[in-house]
């Protein structure tokens, strides 16, 4: 997108790992809004970081459930009504609850099927939230040209938005991820089923799959299965660091001619 000046941002999960870099990167590139959004009230730490950097408050702290409806429509009329029409999302948040899809319990010899609870918390965070989120910013971009008596882009006027999901390596599927795998394949579709539609408003949608970045939820797999699983399988031979994916973000966001999906993976192909 043209001119991050006079674009607003929304990113959830920006409390830590690659949302927190994500809202440092484009602070730093001149940003002219960002609401950061989390259920970790840390957020507002990394709020105050940005806005320390520039030196105004440019950064506007949300702590709240990114699947509730009504705190998502609240973050969106809260920064309409103070900065202006958000143009840029990158859904962030997300959950892992792994766990093998089928497995005989040692104790009782029964089969135990991967719970349902924890496939639907899944799907609600990872996948149907993000989704919303990247609706309701198209929604307001939509109301706005609208109200400008504007219907269908023209290229001439420019990119009006722009959405990056967040997928994963595991899309393709992943031992013990069956839910979290499923939701990132998931994101796929659907920024594939907005950008076709999005594009009568000027919003571009694309999806970025990062590989094992050092974050929070990577570094909860432990020590021994990064050292034993993870980095034996990665060509640089170490974790993403988040501001690289960061980045690649930025990458898509500035470049219009950037669509689909980019994988940042380091070279991880998993083992045989």
Same mark, same amino acid.
């Given at each position: 997108m !043209? ?7 929304? #990113? ?7 949302g ?8 730093k ?7 950061l959004?989390?259920f ?8 105050k ?8 408050? #440019? ?57 349902? !609870? ?14 919303y ?19 269908? &882009? ?27 795998s ?14 076709a539609?999005?594009?009568y ?61 980019? &994988?940042?993976?380091?070279? &991880?192909?998993?083992?045989?």
């Open positions: !043209d001119n991050l000046g006079i674009q607003v941002a929304v #990113i959830t999960g920006a409390a830590g790992g690659i927190e870099a994500l809202a440092l990167d484009l602070t590139r001149g940003i002219k809004g960002l609401a959004v989390d970790n009230e840390r957020v507002a730490d990394v709020a970081a940005c806005n320390d950097f520039v030196g105004k408050a #440019i950064a506007h702290a949300f702590i709240g459930d990114t699947s509730d409806e009504q705190f998502r429509q609240s973050v969106f009329e809260t920064m309409e009504q103070s900065v202006g029409t958000p143009t840029i999302v990158v859904p962030a948040a997300g959950i892992t609850r792994d766990g093998l899809a089928v497995r005989i319990d040692k104790e009782s010899g029964e089969v135990v099927l991967y719970p349902v !609870d924890k496939f639907r918390q899944t799907v609600e965070i990872n996948m149907i939230a993000p989704v989120w990247a609706m309701q910013m198209i929604g307001g971009i939509a109301a706005k040209r609208k109200k400008e008596g504007l219907k269908r &882009w023209n290229p001439e006027e420019g990119i009006q938005g722009a959405i990056v999901f967040i997928g994963s390596i595991a899309s393709s599927g992943n031992v013990g991820q069956v839910s979290y499923s939701t990132k394949a998931g994101l796929e579709g659907a920024a594939s089923t907005l950008m539609e999005s594009m408003y000027g919003v571009r949608c694309s999806v970025i799959h990062p590989g094992f970045t050092d974050t929070p939820m990577v570094r909860a797999l432990g020590d021994d299965y990064i050292n034993s699983k993870v980095l034996p399988q990665t060509q640089l031979k170490r974790l993403i660091k988040p501001e690289e994916i960061a980045d690649a973000i930025c990458f898509m966001l500035t470049n219009s001619a950037v669509s689909g999906e980019l &994988w940042a993976d380091a070279g &991880w192909r998993p083992s045989a």
